[in-house]
């Protein structure tokens, strides 16, 4: 399931996952921003701890992620979203948390159909979460190319004034030397 919350300035927003041992653990996030002027790629700071507090995994100053844990122990694993570092007022921040729970295949009990549906439950979950990336990504090459276009658009209006102001001075210096001088 894809969420979808605004990271503050100066800020950090934690959330946590109970997982049994040897399920899995994977999060894909992408930070943006939902200014349509700015052209800006925001980056946070993003890490994952046990239960005891260990931090797991941790990525500094990144745009996006698509970080996968295993659990050792049982237990309740916090992963967060921080923007401490930054005065930048709010970054929306896409994140996707999706987990495999363990199934022993060697198991004699366990039902081949329900592995299948984890399976293709997975690969669901795979899709969607590239679909939420690739609108994010869309959203911010978007606001990239709006803005080179009207720094375009600017830089030729000025580009157009100067050649009409060296017209207007070519006009007048050509007058000026083919007028007749008479002296009386």
Avoid at 28 to 41: L, P, V
Avoid at 101 to 107: G, K, S, T
């Amino acid at each position: 399931m894809a969420h979808n919350v605004l990271l503050p300035a100066n800020g950090k927003m934690c959330f946590f996952e109970k997982l049994k041992k040897n399920d899995e653990l994977a999060v894909t996030f992408q930070i943006g921003d939902r200014n349509s002027a700015s052209a800006e790629q925001l980056v946070a700071d993003f890490w994952i701890t046990s239960d005891s507090g260990q931090v797991i995994k941790q990525l500094t100053d990144v745009s996006h992620g698509d970080i996968s844990i295993r659990a050792v122990r049982p237990g309740k694993y916090t992963y967060c979203f921080s923007n401490e570092k930054s005065s930048v007022t709010t970054k929306d921040v896409s994140f996707n948390v999706h987990g495999v729970v363990y199934v022993d295949f060697n198991d004699k009990n366990s039902d081949n159909l329900d592995v299948a549906i984890r399976k293709l439950t997975e690969l669901t979950y795979d899709v969607k979460n590239e679909q939420s990336y690739i609108v994010v990504r869309e959203r911010t090459h978007r606001n990239t190319a709006e803005s080179t276009n009207s720094r375009v658009k600017w830089w030729s209006v000025f580009q157009l004034l100067v050649v009409i102001a060296n017209s207007m001075f070519q006009i007048y210096y050509l007058k000026r030397f083919f007028e007749v001088k008479t002296v009386v």
